[in-house]
């Protein structure tokens, strides 16, 4: 799973995502853990979206039978705009986030799970 970002957010924090819960809204992030291998709520301040795309890496490796999967998040932002959301994210996994390193995210999700940040070359972003 690839998300690019230029200098947008990963949109609401599971706070703000919460904030409307309903009891559908509570069992998808049940769901999202689970797959995830996490065990306990994350704090409000963690971005829903980088949850979503991580369980959504873990799903689709699956499906194809991958050995792992991988959710990559390739940046072309000057400013890193949400490099400190994706470290919190990487803490849920007792992992200091390293820009341009692949890590293990955690090891009890359904396949093993690695995540990495990268920066593109910000010069392609001119037109």
């Not at 995830?36 to 709520?41: I, P, R, S």
């Not at 039978?65 to 890193?80: D, G, P, W, Y």
Request: hydrophobic fraction near 40%.
């Amino acid at each position: 799973m690839v998300e690019g970002k230029v200098s947008e957010s990963f949109g609401p924090t599971l706070g703000e995502w919460r904030g409307d819960a309903s009891p559908e809204k509570e069992s998808r992030l049940r769901f999202l853990l689970s797959t995830l291998g996490l065990t306990e709520n994350p704090a409000g301040s963690v971005r829903y979206q980088l949850l979503h795309r991580a369980a959504s890496s873990v799903i689709t490796g699956e499906q194809f039978r991958a050995a792992a999967a991988i959710m990559l998040v390739h940046s072309f932002s000057e400013q890193r705009v949400g490099w400190s959301d994706y470290q919190s994210f990487a803490a849920l996994f007792g992992v200091d986030a390293t820009e341009g390193v692949v890590q293990r995210l955690g090891k009890d999700s359904r396949i093993p799970l690695f995540g990495v940040w990268v920066v593109g070359n910000c010069s392609f972003l001119e037109s």
